[in-house]
């Protein structure tokens, strides 16, 4: 018998507990040692810098001397990839930076001014006349007209000229504005900025829409009333614009607040109205009869997909008007097609439409025969529970269109009452119900 002692029991206990503990509460796990590369190749390489050879202490270009402080924002101010106007209610980096130029200019333009004034009440009665800045692009043109022992005129102008407006906008430190003390506009070449369309200068001291007023400590505030950093959001809601202008953000927006959501290449922008969908006049005044006055959201993407004859699975809930999201764009391109005769219709339907039930069958029977009648279209429901020859008459006289159920459409072809040959449009309404009944392995 294997004799141990206490003190080795007790080791044992130990080390059992503390290998419980590691294992339950993952303590006391001893990171393996890694060589730095500093370390490992100190005697090969010799990592320290040499004083003599930093620069950057003698380095005299002013753009080095204040450092910018590094930014997790870029550009203006917003994040790639993020929602900007989110990005904006948090963040007013922007806003800042052109307050505080504003007030910087402002206090700069001022103390000139007072300097001017004092300048002008020592050379006693001069008369200045100080329009800044009314040519554009310049702050050249300071027009001081001597009339000495006349009126002393101290209305100094404030005119903000585009040279200004832009130095506002890019921040150089060039006067931005004249001011008089109190009033931040006085004479402003409104018309004449409005004829050159520029659209800069308003007396009601807005600028491109941005409002410039004061506060109660005489500070002047910069208030944007809209984002005129991002254009996009600058312009209209996508229900004001037209299709040609809508971008690719609108129809996202335009897309979730439909609750659209898409899977697939290069998918084709949905249909907001029923005449933007380029479906014929007579299916157009279909719909209206039928008091469609809006596509639904399953119609608006649907719809202009089916138009480009691709493949398509469309997911919507009951009721969303799938129906009409399939039988317009089947309607559109039978429509297109040659009026069967009878030699033609020996060849069978153009398009085809299974449904897993007849009481379903039905009902798009019904809906389609809302719109065919309008193109012309002939349909026929190919369901059980119904006369099969009567069925077969309407199949030989010939049809654009079969509605039918899978049981009554196999029986159909088999007894060569119709056949397929010239049949390019299959649809499958709740086609995963049809798979569940084994439609596929028939
Ligand atoms: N754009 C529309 N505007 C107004 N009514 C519509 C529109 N589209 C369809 N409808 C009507 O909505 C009702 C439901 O449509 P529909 O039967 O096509 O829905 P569905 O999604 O196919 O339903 P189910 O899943 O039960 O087959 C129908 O009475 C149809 O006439």
């Known amino acids: 018998m294997l004799q141990v002692n206490t003190t080795d029991i007790n080791n044992y206990k130990e080390k059992e507990i503390e290998m419980i503990k590691q294992q339950y509460l993952g303590l006391n796990k001893k990171k393996k040692k890694m060589q730095k590369p500093s370390e490992k190749f100190r005697n090969i390489f010799n990592f320290e810098w040499d004083q003599s050879e930093d620069t950057s202490r003698y380095d005299t270009n002013p753009l080095y001397q204040n450092r910018l402080e590094p930014q997790i924002l870029f550009g203006r101010g917003y994040i790639a990839g993020v929602d900007v106007r989110e990005q904006r209610k948090k963040n007013n980096f922007y806003d800042r930076l052109v307050q505080n130029r504003i007030n910087y200019s402002m206090k ?96 009601n001291n807005i600028i491109n829409n941005e409002v410039i007023s004061k506060n109660t400590n005489d500070e002047f505030i910069y208030k944007p009333i809209i984002n005129n950093i991002i254009k996009d959001v600058q312009n209209k809601h996508w229900s004001e614009k037209k299709r040609e202008e809508m971008t690719d953000r609108d129809w996202r927006i335009f897309r979730e607040d439909n609750e659209i959501y898409i899977k697939g290449g290069i998918v084709p922008p949905p249909i907001r109205t029923w005449e933007e969908s380029g479906l014929s ?36 809930e009951t009721g969303s008007g799938k129906t009409a999201a399939f039988v317009l764009p089947m309607l559109s391109y039978v429509k297109k097609l040659p009026p069967l005769t009878y030699e033609t219709s020996q060849d069978g339907p153009y398009a085809l439409v299974i449904a897993p039930s007849r009481e379903l069958a039905i009902q798009i029977y019904e809906e389609t025969n809302k719109f065919a009648s309008y193109c012309s279209c002939r349909t026929v429901a190919l369901v059980g529970g119904r006369n099969a020859e009567a069925q077969a008459f309407e199949l030989r006289k010939g049809v654009e269109i079969i509605i039918g159920t899978p049981g009554r459409l196999q029986d159909c072809l088999e007894k060569a009452y119709t056949v397929l040959n010239q049949c390019n449009y299959v649809i499958l309404d709740e086609a995963d119900r049809m798979m569940d009944m084994g439609f596929e392995e028939t």
């Open 281 to 316: 006049p007579d299916l157009l005044k279909a719909i209206k009869k039928a008091k469609y006055d809006k596509p639904t959201p399953i119609q608006m993407q649907a719809i202009p997909i089916s138009l480009e004859m691709r493949d398509l699975i469309g997911i919507a």
């Open 108 to 203: 700069k333009h001022t103390e000139e001014e007072l300097q001017k004034k004092k300048g002008s009440s020592l050379s006693h009665s001069t008369n200045i006349d100080t329009n800044v800045g009314t040519n554009a692009g310049t702050n050249a043109g300071t027009n001081t007209d001597t009339n000495a022992g006349t009126n002393t005129d101290t209305n100094v102008g404030t005119n903000i000229t585009i040279s200004q407006k832009k130095s506002l906008k890019t921040g150089t430190d060039s006067d931005i504005a004249n001011y008089n003390g109190d009033s931040y506009s006085a004479d402003i070449r409104k018309d004449k900025y409005n004829e050159e369309n520029h659209n800069i200068i308003l007396n």
